[in-house]
């Protein structure tokens, strides 16, 4: 019965590597006047209630294990 479970474990680990390393598709920017942005600069921006403001907007899309941040210049 080990070696059933450590065979199993071993090929859990094996797909979680395979999944994990898969090749991401690039985002697009969702406008032309967009950059991209890091999660550092979200956050901050967010903690200080600057997600929106007369020169832009902060934006977050993708799924929630794969996020893309941006920055859209008004």
Same mark, same amino acid.
């Given at each position: 019965?080990?070696?059933?479970?450590?065979? #199993?474990?071993?090929? !859990? $680990?094996?797909?979680? /590597?395979? /999944?994990?390393?898969? *090749? #991401?598709? $690039?985002? %697009? !920017? *969702?406008? *032309? @006047?967009?950059?991209?942005?890091? &999660?550092? %600069?979200? &956050? #901050? $921006? &967010? %903690?200080?209630? /600057? /997600?929106? @403001?007369? +020169?832009?907007?902060?934006? &977050? @899309?993708? *799924? +929630? =294990?794969?996020?893309?941040? =941006?920055?859209?210049? !008004?």
């Amino acid at each position: 019965m080990v070696g059933g479970r450590q065979s #199993s474990l071993c090929y !859990a $680990a094996a797909l979680t /590597l395979v /999944l994990s390393s898969s *090749p #991401s598709v $690039a985002q %697009e !920017a *969702p406008g *032309p @006047n967009c950059r991209r942005a890091s &999660k550092i %600069e979200y &956050k #901050s $921006a &967010k %903690e200080l209630y /600057l /997600l929106r @403001n007369q +020169f832009g907007i902060y934006l &977050k @899309n993708g *799924p +929630f =294990w794969h996020r893309h941040y =941006w920055y859209c210049r !008004a």
